[in-house]
């Protein structure tokens, strides 16, 4: 599987939609729990983990912890 931009994204907001939200794209410039991505600290953290089983590395393992998707993106990218 490609790890980039277009599997965070479906990630992302496959638990959104699941959450309730209709969002079809992901800003990547939002902030990890901000309210209009409907996600909660337990959805953040499924996410993460599901980053970590791809990539083999916690986003919140590195020097300094993501605050927007884009960040995330970051390393992602980097592995």
Do not use: Y
């Amino acid at each position: 599987m490609a790890i980039g931009r277009q599997w965070l994204c479906r990630l992302v907001l496959t638990v959104h939609r699941r959450n309730g939200g209709q969002l079809q794209e992901l800003d990547t410039n939002l902030r990890l729990l901000d309210p209009s991505l409907r996600l909660d600290s337990l959805d953040l953290a499924e996410i993460m983990v599901a980053i970590e089983r791809e990539t083999g590395q916690s986003p919140f393992d590195l020097a300094v912890p993501p605050r927007t998707w884009e960040d995330v993106l970051r390393m992602v990218e980097s592995k």
